[in-house]
């Protein structure tokens, strides 16, 4: 069965076809993908974002995760590493309240392809409302529409899981700017698109080497 991941697809959707197999190929074959466009490539600043919240100093975290990173072998790594967790200590998230952090497992399927929503965070804030988070640690700015068709993909994805969260509590925080995007409403041309786009993929993913 292919899958993806719901930024995959928010990022190929307006993309030629030549494109869209290259990160199809990522999705299929990860470990061939460039690794700096890996998930795991950042997946130690994710998780030290997570372990911030759940600690009682959060400085103290973020300062232990930098130490960690600096002892990374590989030095573009190390480099980005830093970046990334000090992009997020320096910012205003890191003063937010977020109870029960967690990473969620929630997918749904269009046709034979499964979609993924895999955030990087779901948590409950004080007042009780539910936030889905993604960050983007790329030193890059994220862009502006593939972000919004991330959350909108991503909304999809809980909706059809009955998982009830309005579409403004889905969140993309870019650490090379410090923007955090959302939307407001789910816009169905990008879920028609989407659609669309998974025929695509059920039609490549088999002669995808």
């Keep these: 069965m292919p899958r993806v991941t719901a930024k995959s ?3 190929m959707m307006p993309l030629p076809g030549y494109a869209q197999v290259r990160i199809l190929a990522g999705q299929k074959y990860p470990r061939n993908a460039p690794s700096a466009f ?3 490539y950042y997946s130690p600043a994710i998780a030290s974002f997570r372990a911030a919240y759940k600690s009682g100093d959060r400085k103290a975290a973020l300062d232990h995760a930098i130490a960690q990173a600096a ?6 790594k190390r480099a980005n590493l830093e970046r990334a967790i000090r992009a997020f200590a320096q910012s ?14 929630v997918e749904s399927a269009v046709g034979t392809v499964e979609i993924k929503a895999s955030p ?6 004080d007042d009780g409302k539910q936030v889905v988070i993604y ?15 991330l959350l909108e993909i991503a909304h999809w994805i809980y909706e059809q899981n009955q998982i009830d969260i ?3 509590q889905f969140e993309m925080l870019d650490l090379s700017s410090g923007t955090l995007h959302k939307v407001r409403r789910i816009r169905p041309a990008t879920i028609k698109n989407m659609k669309t786009t998974a025929k695509v993929i059920e039609s490549l993913w088999e002669s995808l080497e």
């Design 166 to 168: 309005a579409p403004q």
């Design 92 to 105: 205003e998230h890191t003063r937010r309240h977020l109870n029960n952090v967690r990473v969620p497992r």
């Design 71 to 76: 002892g990374q072998k590989v030095s573009h």
């Design 9 to 11: 697809m928010a990022e």
């Design 120 to 125: 990087d965070l779901e948590a409950t804030e």
């Design 135 to 149: 960050y983007h640690c790329g030193h890059l700015a994220f862009d502006i529409e593939a972000a919004k068709r």
């Design 38 to 40: 890996q998930v795991p």
